[in-house]
């Protein structure tokens, strides 16, 4: 059996020499690379959004690419383009930088709706369509996205459809004092990150992303997410709710974190500890409600205070 709660941890620990004091962020970042989802890091600049990206991406040994999102960017700029070659007078096929394993998608936020699009099939199928051809992305592939929550100049909020295929939703947020004086220190000659090795091998991540699919979840788990789901569309703060999709986010998450715990079984704390990662994203807040700010994570949490907890099965 493999150990799938060392082999996260240790990614967990190597990611931590750079990222200093927000264990909880960088867990679910792990989290959502064992269940082969996607992140989307929400918050201001210069709390280590990038340096969260690349050390994921070396702790694990993957190619990593950056793509720096501008108004003025193209959909070929993501997944690449056909150039015609006069010497072989064909047509050949240069990949753009979405063909790697984990891409930092800086920035989503300022590119128009159409080159966002761009990474709808990336995301979900994880494939690219070029041309009429389609080029498969090398696992483990995993879209890592920011934007920055407070400027709304020269942004394009992204679309639903967009927002659905991230997995999860996190805020790193600014240090505590004494993490930032550690992180003063750390930095005093060279970036961390300049040091950080690879921590698992992508063979040994592979087969913890297998493992995890064999966690149980007991039935009145299942219930219990399903109908915290189904409360996000029935809610009276709410225009539109999560989808299935958020759903099958939890139960696979679900299991990742059990793993994670050195457990073989899902508990309905699992449940409650991913829902407002897993679920506030996906729901969009109706207009009444948004004019008194209210945020979905509220409501995630309103739903979790008046929704009962399943308890334990008593066999006759």
């Given at each position: 059996?493999?150990?799938?709660?060392?082999?996260?941890?240790r990614i967990v620990d190597n990611i931590e020499q750079v990222i200093v004091g927000k264990r909880s962020a960088v867990q679910l970042t792990v989290l959502g690379l064992l269940c082969q989802g996607h992140m989307l890091i929400e918050d201001v600049p210069g709390?280590?959004?990038?340096?969260l990206a690349k050390a994921v991406a070396r702790s694990?040994?993957?190619r990593f690419q950056r793509i720096q999102f501008t108004p003025d960017m193209l959909p070929t700029?993501?997944?690449?383009?056909?150039?015609?070659?006069?010497?072989?007078?064909?047509?050949e096929f240069r990949p753009g930088p979405i063909h790697a394993q984990i891409v930092l998608a800086d920035e989503i936020?300022?590119?128009?709706?159409?080159?966002?699009?761009?990474?709808?099939?990336?995301?979900?199928?994880?494939?690219?369509?070029?041309?009429?051809k389609t080029y498969p992305l090398e696992p483990p592939f995993m879209v890592l996205a920011t934007q920055n929550p407070i400027e709304y100049e020269g942004t394009f909020p992204l679309p639903e459809a967009q927002l659905d295929r991230f997995m999860l939703r996190i805020q790193l947020g600014y240090p505590e004092k004494s993490d930032e004086i550690e992180i003063l220190d750390r930095q005093q000659f060279v970036h961390p990150i300049e040091h950080i090795e690879q921590a698992v091998s992508v063979e040994e991540l592979a087969e913890a992303q297998r493992a995890i699919q064999d966690i149980y979840l007991d039935d009145l788990i299942k219930e219990y997410v399903v109908d915290i789901v189904r409360q996000t569309r029935m809610h009276p703060?709410?225009?539109?709710?999560?989808?299935?999709?958020?759903?099958?986010a939890i139960r696979r998450l679900c299991q990742a974190r059990?793993?994670?715990?050195?457990?073989?079984?899902a508990l309905p704390d699992d449940v409650k500890a991913l829902a407002e990662p897993a679920l506030s994203h996906r729901i969009i807040v109706?207009?009444?409600?948004?004019?008194?700010?209210?945020?979905?994570?509220?409501?995630?949490?309103?739903?979790?205070?008046?929704?009962?907890?399943?308890?334990?099965?008593?066999?006759?």
């Open positions: 059996m493999i150990d799938v709660q060392g082999i996260a941890n709390v280590g959004k990038t340096v694990v040994g993957c700029d993501v997944t690449g383009v056909s150039v015609y070659n006069q010497k072989t007078l064909e047509f936020n300022r590119a128009t709706p159409k080159t966002q699009s761009a990474l709808l099939e990336a995301m979900e199928e994880r494939q690219v369509t070029v041309d009429g703060d709410v225009y539109l709710g999560s989808s299935t999709r958020g759903a099958l059990s793993a994670l715990f050195g457990r073989d079984y109706g207009p009444a409600a948004r004019i008194k700010d209210v945020e979905p994570s509220a409501i995630v949490q309103d739903i979790l205070d008046n929704l009962a907890v399943p308890g334990a099965q008593v066999n006759a």
